[in-house]
């Protein structure tokens, strides 16, 4: 990246290889590093963010709703989890100003999802990514924030089951593997004489990042699960003495660390294949919740698993600081060169 451009791990690598193929990179919006021009020759394309032209439009468009994506999914008989939408107020009406959805209006779907399901609920924006606007609703009060959190992001807030297990991500590209990768809360083991900025500094090390470490300690999930525990940023952990942050969405943006999969067995590669192609994406990640199950949980048949969303552009670079420097860079390469031809 250019100095004093801000930007993402992401797009980071993809300039990169960009400039390995002899293209020029030109930062267009400077403030936020997200828009870039990049040249070879008479050549001209255009990078935006993390977004690639490989899909086409509607697939890519459709795999951003959450709730539509879900109804694809379970109609071909892929196991989603349970959803209710609420719809923000004032939002979707028709030409006349009336409500053509009066029952997934407001905040009644939630409450009608608690009555029927009790709590805990997650609740998350029907369109959005990065964790931003998810949380648990663990009452009623909880819920009714919840829901408005997400409105901020998108007019329509998903309330839904939580589903047990970790996270498998597997990201494909035209009917081949490009990397899969398991997502876990973070976990910090106590040695007796570090604190707790300490620890999180050993034990995933983009928290050596000050940006990414003030964004990370200013998260729901590390204050909560710090708070809960009755511990500071300064309290020392006894020896051996294990913390589990907790969050309710593996997001690698959040307090929750990756680890590669480079065996992945076949029928988790042939269930995302299959998943992309019902959804009409050459390029796709597939997140899928698995149950924790020993002594291996991926010996597992696929029907355990439950899809919680499919991404169109996935990103691969935090998985880059976690490990997976040589095969992000990899999958990367095959990306970009696709993309600029």
Same mark, same amino acid.
């Given at each position: 990246?250019?100095?004093?451009?801000?930007?993402?791990?992401?797009?980071?690598?993809? =300039?990169?290889?960009?400039?390995?193929?002899?293209?020029?990179?030109?930062?267009?919006?400077?403030?936020? $590093?997200?828009?870039?021009?990049?040249?070879?020759?008479? !050549?001209?394309?255009?990078?935006?963010?993390?977004?690639?032209?490989? &899909?086409? +439009?509607?697939?890519?468009?459709?795999?951003?709703?959450?709730? +539509?994506?879900?109804? #694809? =999914?379970? +109609?071909?008989?892929?196991?989603?989890?349970?959803?209710?939408?609420?719809?923000?107020?004032?939002?979707?009406?028709?030409?006349?100003?009336?409500?053509?959805?009066?029952? !997934?209006?407001?905040?009644?779907?939630? /409450?009608?999802?608690?009555?029927?399901?009790?709590?805990?609920?997650? #609740?998350?924006? &029907?369109?959005?990514?990065?964790?931003?606007?998810?949380?648990?609703?663990?009452?009623?009060?909880?819920?009714?924030?919840?829901?408005? %959190?997400?409105?901020?992001?998108?007019?329509?807030?998903?309330? !839904?089951?939580?589903?047990?297990?970790?996270?498998?991500?597997?990201?494909?590209?035209?009917?081949?593997?490009?990397?899969?990768? #398991?997502?876990?809360?973070?976990?910090?083991?106590?040695?007796?004489?570090?604190?707790?900025?300490? =620890?999180?500094?050993?034990?995933?090390?983009?928290? /050596?990042? @000050?940006?990414?470490?003030?964004?990370?300690?200013?998260?729901?999930?590390?204050? %909560?699960? /710090?708070?809960?525990?009755?511990?500071?940023?300064?309290?020392?952990?006894?020896?051996?003495?294990?913390?589990?942050?907790?969050?309710?969405?593996? &997001? =690698?943006?959040?307090?929750?660390?990756?680890?590669?999969?480079?065996?992945? @067995?076949?029928?988790?590669?042939?269930?995302?294949?299959?998943? *992309?192609?019902?959804?009409?994406?050459?390029?796709? $990640?597939?997140?899928?919740? #698995?149950?924790?199950?020993?002594?291996?949980?991926? *010996?597992?048949?696929? %029907?355990?698993?439950?899809?919680?969303?499919? &991404?169109?552009?996935?990103?691969?670079?935090?998985?880059?600081?976690?490990? $997976?420097?040589?095969? *992000?860079?990899?999958?990367?390469?095959?990306?970009?060169?696709?993309?600029?031809?």
């Amino acid at each position: 990246m250019t100095e004093g451009i801000p930007g993402s791990p992401t797009i980071e690598l993809r =300039l990169q290889i960009a400039r390995e193929l002899g293209w020029r990179a030109r930062c267009l919006d400077p403030e936020t $590093g997200w828009l870039w021009l990049l040249e070879r020759g008479d !050549q001209r394309r255009v990078l935006h963010g993390a977004h690639t032209p490989i &899909n086409d +439009h509607a697939a890519a468009t459709l795999a951003l709703d959450k709730s +539509h994506t879900a109804m #694809v =999914l379970e +109609h071909f008989g892929v196991r989603v989890p349970q959803s209710a939408r609420c719809i923000a107020p004032g939002m979707i009406l028709d030409a006349l100003g009336r409500d053509p959805y009066p029952s !997934q209006r407001g905040l009644a779907p939630a /409450l009608a999802m608690a009555e029927r399901a009790g709590y805990p609920l997650v #609740v998350k924006p &029907n369109r959005g990514s990065r964790g931003r606007g998810v949380s648990l609703a663990v009452d009623e009060a909880s819920l009714a924030a919840a829901v408005t %959190e997400a409105w901020t992001i998108d007019r329509i807030a998903l309330v !839904q089951l939580p589903v047990p297990g970790f996270d498998l991500r597997i990201d494909v590209l035209d009917g081949e593997l490009l990397l899969a990768y #398991v997502r876990r809360p973070l976990e910090l083991v106590g040695d007796g004489r570090s604190n707790m900025i300490e =620890l999180h500094e050993r034990t995933d090390t983009r928290a /050596l990042d @000050p940006t990414f470490a003030a964004k990370l300690r200013a998260s729901a999930p590390w204050i %909560e699960t /710090l708070r809960e525990a009755g511990l500071g940023p300064d309290s020392v952990l006894p020896d051996g003495q294990r913390l589990e942050f907790r969050t309710t969405i593996y &997001n =690698l943006h959040r307090c929750c660390v990756g680890e590669l999969v480079r065996d992945l @067995p076949d029928h988790w590669l042939q269930l995302t294949l299959q998943i *992309a192609k019902h959804m009409g994406l050459r390029h796709a $990640g597939v997140d899928l919740r #698995v149950p924790m199950a020993k002594p291996d949980p991926l *010996a597992q048949p696929i %029907e355990v698993a439950t899809v919680l969303e499919v &991404n169109a552009s996935p990103a691969v670079g935090q998985i880059a600081k976690l490990g $997976g420097a040589a095969e *992000a860079l990899a999958t990367e390469r095959k990306i970009v060169t696709l993309a600029l031809g």
